[in-house]
């Protein structure tokens, strides 16, 4: 706890129900709420005891500190959640999205597929063409497209020494 002495040091006035709104105002303004917000609110109050110059008007000094605490809890809620998505992407099978894989990498998997298997792929990912635009441009049946689009990427997956799916799609 602060000493009373601690507490008078620079204030020539007690804290009032004035800085304690201000406070609050602000902090809700830039966003806090619930548990964070109360816990902003005593800080700024902790701060107003401790380190307020001796004018009559601290409003603006109130409302500075309060903005001040409320970047700084933006800040560190910030850095939390990079620090959380740093991790959850490098556990096995984290992160949001699917693996991804360096194109140098899936260029040199698809050089080593048959050629037939290796077209089929180029045209359905890179090209964006669809299984009947593929089956339309190599004149093949379109069953044969998804067949044989189903064993290039099996074989692509041996070949990248990868034991789960792509998580790309036919």
Same mark, same amino acid.
């Given at each position: 706890? !602060?000493?009373?002495?601690?507490?008078?040091? =620079?204030?020539?006035? *007690?804290?009032?129900?004035?800085?304690?709104?201000?406070?609050?105002?602000?902090?809700?303004?830039?966003?806090?709420? =619930?548990?964070?917000?109360?816990?902003?609110?005593?800080?700024?109050?902790?701060?107003?005891?401790?380190?307020?110059?001796?004018?009559?008007?601290?409003?603006?000094?109130?409302?500075? !500190?309060?903005?001040?605490? &409320?970047?700084?809890?933006? /800040? #560190?809620?910030?850095? /939390?959640?990079?620090?959380?998505?740093? !991790?959850?992407?490098? /556990? *096995?099978? =984290?992160?949001?999205?699917?693996?991804?894989?360096?194109?140098?990498?899936?260029?040199?998997?698809?050089?080593?597929?048959?050629?037939?298997?290796?077209?089929? %792929?180029?045209?359905?990912?890179?090209? =964006?063409?669809?299984?009947?635009? %593929? &089956?339309?441009?190599?004149? %093949? &049946?379109?069953?044969?497209? #998804?067949? /044989?689009?189903?064993?290039?990427?099996?074989?692509?997956?041996?070949?990248?020494?990868?034991?789960?799916?792509?998580?790309?799609?036919?």
């Amino acid at each position: 706890m !602060v000493s009373d002495a601690r507490a008078r040091r =620079g204030r020539s006035r *007690p804290l009032d129900r004035e800085d304690e709104l201000v406070a609050r105002r602000v902090l809700a303004r830039c966003g806090l709420r =619930g548990a964070d917000l109360e816990d902003s609110v005593q800080d700024v109050l902790l701060r107003v005891l401790l380190f307020a110059p001796p004018d009559e008007n601290l409003g603006p000094w109130v409302a500075r !500190v309060a903005r001040n605490l &409320a970047m700084d809890h933006h /800040r #560190k809620e910030q850095r /939390r959640r990079t620090l959380e998505a740093k !991790v959850a992407s490098r /556990r *096995p099978g =984290g992160g949001d999205g699917p693996d991804l894989l360096t194109p140098l990498v899936v260029a040199g998997g698809l050089h080593r597929l048959r050629p037939d298997h290796r077209e089929v %792929i180029v045209l359905r990912f890179f090209a =964006g063409l669809s299984t009947t635009q %593929i &089956a339309g441009r190599l004149e %093949i &049946a379109e069953g044969t497209v #998804k067949s /044989r689009l189903s064993r290039a990427l099996a074989a692509l997956r041996l070949e990248l020494g990868e034991s789960r799916d792509l998580r790309w799609t036919a």
